[in-house]
């Protein structure tokens, strides 16, 4: 197996030699009992008859309870990881990925972009929110033990904490084109002090992602209705990012990345109560990147005194 270079990659792994182990024992306990039996049971003789075997309650009970208690613990274990997996840490470092026909493309929210290479420091939580500009994708880092589905539309997550400096293969792992076998990439993992170094010495834009997004939702009007308060002809975005929203047909949905995605490009499906529907759509007007950009801009809207009155800014 390659090597183990994340806190979840141990994890992943014992499970996988438990199964292995299972279905090994059983697969020599099955023929190992065909053999014995074949020969204990064969006929002797041609006028041999066989003899009536009545049944076990007890050998009965056993193989199907052992059994019951295996699948139990399997269910179990592999939750555990599952929703470990599925549930990142209070604080991460966020990293934003956009996969296109074939490339990886890396956005730090400092404004940092990276293609086809991706530099975390070590020891170090880390979070991705990864979408498709095009067709299906599939982030694939075999030394973590981590895959994830990158779909075009949608937002899917992923995290990981590194344990081992190196350099370590990120791979697509769905078919997605004439060069799928081309879009492979790089996590560098660093040490802390040659990640600061990297950081002093990688050259950015010089503009965060949430300047980016201010600078985006300005240029497309949007502070025309996205005002500070409620008088707007559409809801204010501050302290909006992580809030419970209701909308206009009785349900409630939290605003979490996807449910501003949509807002965003589908307005007219999560229209807030009180407001009409009257947002035009920016499907295909506004770039993923673009939309990540702004999603990093309405989650820097924090709630404060200083911008309880006024336009959004």
């Not at 956005?107 to 979070?127: A, I, T, W």
């Not at 973590?144 to 370590?168: E, I, Q, S």
């Not at 506004?286 to 709630?303: C, F, R």
């Amino acid at each position: 197996l390659p090597e183990q270079a994340s806190t979840m990659a141990p994890r992943v792994d014992a499970l996988y030699y438990f199964l292995i182990a299972i279905t090994a024992f059983f697969t020599l306990l099955v023929a190992g009992l065909v053999i014995y039996f074949a020969f204990k049971y064969r006929r002797k003789s041609k006028d041999e008859a066989g003899v009536a075997i009545h049944g076990s309650m007890w050998l009965e009970a056993a193989w199907t309870i052992i059994p019951l208690i295996i699948v139990l613990v399997i269910f179990g274990w592999s939750s555990s990881i599952f929703f470990s997996m599925a549930r990142p840490p209070a604080h991460t470092l966020d990293v934003y990925v956009v996969g296109k026909q074939w490339m990886w493309k890396f956005q730090h929210p400092d404004g940092r972009m990276e293609v086809n290479e991706l530099h975390v420091p070590v020891g170090v939580d880390v979070k991705l929110t990864m979408t498709s500009q095009d067709v299906i994708h599939d982030v694939y880092v075999p030394n973590f033990r981590l895959k994830a589905d990158v779909l075009p539309g949608k937002y899917t997550h992923m995290w990981f904490k590194a344990t081992k400096p190196g350099k370590y293969h990120l791979f697509c792992a769905e078919y997605c084109g004439t060069n799928h076998s081309g879009m492979v990439g790089w996590i560098i993992v660093q040490e802390r002090a040659e990640y600061e170094q990297w950081l002093a010495g990688s050259v950015g834009q010089g503009t965060t992602m949430a300047q980016a997004g201010e600078k985006l939702f300005k240029d497309l009007a949007c502070s025309s209705c996205h005002q500070a308060d409620t008088i707007g002809r559409g809801p204010t975005l501050i302290g909006l990012y992580g809030s419970k929203v209701a909308l206009d047909n009785g349900s409630t949905v939290m605003a979490s990345d996807a449910y501003l995605r949509d807002s965003i490009t589908n307005p007219r499906s999560n229209v807030v109560a009180g407001f009409q529907p009257v947002m035009p759509s920016f499907q295909g007007i506004v770039s993923e990147e673009g939309l990540l950009q702004l999603l990093e801009y309405i989650k820097s809207l924090k709630a404060t005194p200083s911008n309880a009155t006024g336009v959004i800014s």
